[in-house]
T-cell receptor, first 115, second 111 residues
Framework: ETGVTQTPRHLVMGMTNKKSLKCEQH?????MYWYKQSAKKPLELMFV???????ENNSVPSRFSPECPNSSHLFLHLHTLQPEDSALYLC??????????????FGPGTRLTVL | GQQVMQIPQYQHVQEGEDFTTYCNSS?????IQWYKQRPGGHPVFLIQ???SGEVKKQKRLTFQFGEAKKNSSLHITATQTTDVGTYFC???????????WGLGTSLAVNP
């Protein structure tokens, strides 16, 4: 248990559905991240929030919409996804707002399947 | 942009054999982190290297940072079945706040 929880753990959705992924960290960290992990690809950073402000947006399609209401919670809102969006979505947090100098603590991930 | 190469992509060893994975960058790095992801699990932080030529040990794991700070290696002595998983390097060139991840090396250990 890393102190970062994600719900749901598994999600199957159709291309016209709207769903949200939730992440909560209990570590008192300042930065939170969304990553996409697909087979045979490196971890893809999607979004970074530092002190509740979005500081990184890696050219992610608008069908993914992040929300960070406070430093402990992070959401990823999904709508009109494509089958190629099927992947493991990982949330992470770190203590340093800079993100690249301190370890990142990952949640267990949400396994998303888009039909 | 910055590129990272991690080799090999896969490694299959007999229990008790040694294992090494290498991470190479196209640019000089500020720091490098190593993570392990067990099958069905999530990445877990192992270590961070910051200084040129740095060597750190964790039991049977030895981590090295190259003198030029462009490459790193993770060596496992006498592998055990508990070492199974994918080992990732994550690089920081210092020009932004995000880590650049390698593809990972998947290690399988035959008992």
């Amino acid at each position: 248990e890393t102190g970062v929880t994600q719900t749901p753990r598994h999600l199957v959705m159709g291309m016209t559905n709207k769903k949200s992924l939730k992440c909560e960290q209990h570590l008192g960290h300042n930065a939170m991240y969304w990553y996409k992990q697909s087979a045979k690809k490196p971890l893809e950073l999607m979004f970074v929030y530092s002190l509740e402000e979005r500081v990184e947006n890696n050219s992610v399609p608008s069908r993914f919409s992040p929300e960070c209401p406070n430093s402990s919670h992070l959401f990823l809102h999904l709508h009109t996804l494509q089958p190629e969006d099927s992947a493991l979505y990982l949330c992470a947090s770190s203590q340093d707002p800079a993100g690249a100098y301190n370890e990142q603590f990952f949640g267990p991930g949400t396994r998303l399947t888009v039909l | 942009g910055q590129q990272v190469m991690q080799i090999p992509q896969y490694q299959h060893v007999q229990e008790g054999e040694d294992f090494t994975t290498y991470c190479n960058s196209s640019t000089t790095l500020s720091n490098i982190q190593w993570y392990k992801q067990r099958p069905g699990g999530h990445p877990v932080f192992l270590i961070q290297l910051v200084k040129s030529g740095e060597v750190k040990k964790q039991k049977r794991l030895t981590f090295q940072f190259g003198e030029a700070k462009k490459n790193s290696s993770l060596h496992i002595t006498a592998t055990q079945t508990t070492d199974v998983g994918t080992y990732f390097c994550a690089l920081n060139a210092g020009n932004n706040r995000k880590l650049i991840w390698g593809l990972g090396t998947s290690l399988a250990v035959n008992p």
